[in-house]
């Protein structure tokens, strides 16, 4: 039994929406300042920085489906995920702040930065996939999932926001702007302190709702059933498919994220208004994006709202920089220049984040197929599975970034205005046919993903009569 039934009230939304803003701010640091910061800043080589975050990235992503089976699998009496919110947040604050302050201020070693990469990565797993594991668990309602789902990336977007806003207007508004060194100090400790807010005020608000023991205890951990578990729930044809089409997805968005605080500084040579703009723009396609989402999955399915949203993307966020090599773009770092760009980034953002939100929301009714077949439930495996997907494909992503920089031999201490177009050129052109081969293969696959509204409600109800009735035959429950 779901913790709610029928309309999941609003507090409800707003409070499990909230915890999201932790992975908010963790995003928008990796995807847009942490390899510029690495790079440019502390001059480490954009390659070796992109490799070692990819591997980073692949370190957490294996280990987070056994931090789902964990999760899956804690018996405790405020039930199965709450003790994981209470204690992660605290480490991983510290972790985060030590990502921006490296001992001396100076460039740690490709290790170093492994190592503290891979403490984020592992403690923010520690904290998400407990969180969206509880979605499928308040409500089984197809619908209300996906609006469970619109707070999370609103409220993630939030976070990642105001830290884009801090960093713009507060720590990073000197001469050197997004290159000052010593923003990234209080960058990091504001970044800390909002993780804990987050997390620990979503899990204090839904504490009520959910703290209560699981209904049966789990049997005793063992390392082999663990493996045999997230080998079985990856065997999902449906997980599969929407696999495939993620990964292409989360690719193509590692990449844009990146790569935009090189093509901002150097392509379209952003001035200090232009980049504190610049996450206001990001807000607001987040607010369209939690406006249209839920009419699209309505008309067109979860499937192919993600499949047309990924394509729809590519198409507006490309736009500019064809039209840039063509020469017919207003001149880089006057106003209708960036008046423009920020137009087509609008719509771009808003498209990819209702790709993002409606193949995320397709993993909650895949949960239902899985216990369907196994007689089991298993949130936490299947989102780690999601966020396993996500992590590889983000640290491709970044790693993709690094070699297109180092490819487009870009000086680590390159300034707006004076790089080349034999430099930029190679990089909005890699980057560009990059973008087009991911998205092309995000909609294929998303759109063939096998789950629909009809078939996830009848579903539902041969769940429901199984659950009234013991395999004798006998009526349990009314």
């Given at each position: 039994m779901a913790f709610t039934q029928g309309p999941v009230p609003l507090r409800i939304k707003l409070i499990q929406g909230v915890g999201a803003m932790a992975f908010g701010v963790k995003d928008s640091g990796f995807s847009f300042f942490l390899l510029i910061f690495y790079n440019q800043v502390l001059g480490m080589d954009a390659g070796l920085v992109g490799l070692a975050l990819a591997l980073a990235l692949l370190v957490d992503a294996v280990a987070d489906p056994f931090i789902g089976y964990f999760s899956d699998r804690t018996y405790t009496k405020w039930g199965r995920r709450l003790p994981w919110l209470y204690i992660a947040p605290f480490p991983l604050a510290v972790a985060w702040i030590m990502l921006w302050s490296p001992p001396g201020g100076e460039a740690p070693s490709f290790l170093g930065l492994l190592g503290i990469a891979v403490g984020v990565r592992l403690l923010l797993s520690a904290c998400e996939v407990p969180q969206v594991s509880l979605v499928p668990e308040i409500t089984t309602d197809y619908d209300?999932?996906?609006?469970?789902?619109?707070?999370?990336?609103?409220?993630?977007?939030?976070?990642?926001?105001?830290?884009?806003?801090?960093?713009?207007?507060?720590?990073?508004?000197?001469?050197?702007?997004?290159?000052?060194?010593?923003?990234?100090?209080?960058?990091?400790?504001?970044?800390?302190l909002l993780m804990i807010a987050s997390v620990i005020g979503s899990a204090i608000g839904l504490h009520a709702l959910v703290a209560h023991p699981p209904p049966d205890r789990p049997p005793p951990f063992r390392w082999l059933d663990a493996f045999a578990e997230i080998k079985q729930a990856f065997s999902e044809k449906a997980f599969l498919i929407f696999a495939a089409g993620a990964m292409a997805a989360y690719i193509s968005q590692g990449t844009t994220f990146s790569i935009s605080q090189y093509v901002n500084a150097f392509v379209w040579q952003f001035d200090e208004r232009a980049f504190q703009?610049?996450?206001?723009?990001?807000?607001?396609?987040?607010?369209?994006?939690?406006?249209?989402?839920?009419?699209?999955?309505?008309?067109?399915?979860?499937?192919?709202?993600?499949?047309?949203?990924?394509?729809?993307?590519?198409?507006?966020?490309?736009?500019?920089?064809?039209?840039?090599?063509?020469?017919?773009?207003?001149?880089?770092?006057?106003?209708?220049?960036?008046?423009l760009f920020y137009c087509f980034l609008f719509l771009g953002n808003t498209s990819g984040i209702v790709s993002m939100i409606s193949a995320t929301?397709?993993?909650?009714?895949?949960?239902?197929?899985?216990?369907?077949?196994?007689?089991?439930?298993?949130?936490?495996k299947f989102y780690a599975g999601n966020w396993l997907i996500q992590k590889c494909a983000t640290g491709a992503g970044i790693f993709i970034s690094g070699q297109i920089i180092a490819l487009a031999q870009l000086p680590t201490d390159a300034r707006p205005g004076t790089v080349s177009m034999e430099v930029l050129t190679p990089m909005i052109l890699l980057y560009g046919l990059v973008s087009l081969i991911l998205a092309a293969t995000a909609a294929f696959w998303l759109a063939r993903f096998p789950i629909t509204r009809e078939s996830h409600e009848a579903r539902l109800a041969l769940l429901d009569d199984a659950a009234r009735t013991d395999p004798t035959g006998e009526v349990l429950r009314p």
């Open positions: 209300e999932r996906t609006t469970l789902f619109r707070y999370r990336y609103l409220m993630g977007w939030s976070g990642g926001i105001v830290m884009m806003i801090l960093a713009y207007t507060v720590f990073m508004r000197g001469p050197d702007g997004i290159l000052e060194a010593d923003g990234y100090v209080g960058f990091g400790i504001a970044g800390g703009a610049y996450p206001v723009v990001l807000f607001f396609s987040a607010l369209l994006m939690f406006v249209v989402v839920s009419p699209l999955h309505r008309r067109l399915g979860k499937p192919h709202t993600a499949a047309y949203g990924a394509l729809a993307a590519f198409g507006f966020a490309f736009t500019p920089y064809a039209l840039f090599l063509a020469g017919a773009w207003p001149e880089a770092g006057t106003l209708p220049s960036t008046a929301s397709m993993v909650a009714e895949i949960i239902e197929v899985y216990e369907e077949r196994t007689g089991e439930r298993a949130e936490g």
